[in-house]
């Protein structure tokens, strides 16, 4: 396993996945993680961490991290969690303590209690509810940007800059979603947050992807099948639609077959499979 890297416009994602084993992303030009697997070298220099729930696979990792980035030096990790997370893991993070007699530095934050997360004047992360047999949490990551009044758009340049010049307003702020993220889920998230439908990466789980799986079994783990994803294609007006956590049952060459198989030539160069294996 070694972490591979993705990119679409101005969105880099480093990372590793594999469903029931390790999940751990990171977005290297905004220096935060999601989920930690079990704590690997290449984030260690993050100082953001968001958890989306705590299955050991995306969980693991947490003291790792917190004593690494300690015996380091670094500035105090911060963690963004369900909240029913925190006390258990701050039980774990103690005994932690207690057996190398040394006082850990962090802070757990509960997402319940930050509707957003503001990483700097023009980004900011979102956390949303989503459905797993555990608390379990995804997140977009929104973009502000100005955009012109429609009355405006026509105009040249000349006369923007006359306008503006003036101090007659001719832009206003608009807010587009990079990258929605799903953590582990049921479909369901995306109906309950519809404006995900237009992110422009979706990142999303597809544990399962062909019929060798029941949608009744998948979600009865609290995953999500291809098919669901597929069934709501007309919906989803995102540029490329990444797909993760996949069972260990599907080779990447089986994966491609597969969205080669289901999904209609308009859409299929869509449909990616980050990371690879
Ligand atoms: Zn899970």
Redesign the pocket.
Do not use: P, V
């Given at each position: 396993m070694k972490e591979q890297l993705w990119q679409h416009k101005e969105i880099k994602i480093r990372g590793v996945s594999l469903a029931g084993v390790y999940s751990c992303y990171q977005l290297p030009d905004f220096n935060f993680s999601i989920d930690v697997g079990q704590g690997f070298d290449w984030i260690l220099n993050d100082h953001l961490f968001f958890i989306t729930?705590g299955?050991m696979?995306?969980a693991a990792g947490i003291p790792y991290i917190i004593s690494q980035k300690n015996m380091r030096h670094h500035p105090k990790p911060q963690f963004y969690m369900p909240g029913s997370l925190i006390q258990p893991l701050r039980q774990i993070i103690s005994l932690w303590s207690q057996i190398e007699q040394h006082a850990y530095e962090y802070d757990f934050f509960a997402f319940e209690d930050f509707p957003s997360i503001y990483l700097n004047n023009s980004f900011r992360i979102k956390p949303f509810k989503t459905v797993?047999?555990?608390d379990?949490y995804g997140l977009s990551l929104l973009k502000k940007t100005k955009s012109l009044l429609p009355e405006f758009q026509e105009k040249p340049g000349a006369t923007l800059a006359e306008l503006k010049k003036k101090g007659i307003q001719i832009e206003k702020e608009v807010e587009k979603i990079l990258i929605a993220f799903s953590g582990?889920s049921q479909i369901e998230f995306l109906d309950q947050n519809p404006e995900l439908y237009d992110s422009q990466i979706l990142f999303m789980e597809s544990t399962f992807l062909d019929n060798k799986k029941s949608l009744e079994d998948t979600r009865k783990w609290?995953h999500t099948h291809l098919f669901e994803i597929l069934e709501r294609l007309p919906r989803i007006n995102s540029e490329k639609i990444l797909l993760k956590h996949l069972s260990s049952r599907y080779s990447l060459s089986r994966a491609q077959q597969i969205l080669d198989e289901f999904v209609d030539p308009k859409n299929r160069t869509r449909f990616e499979v980050f990371p690879g294996r």
């Open positions: 729930h299955h696979d995306h797993h047999r555990i379990s582990d609290g």
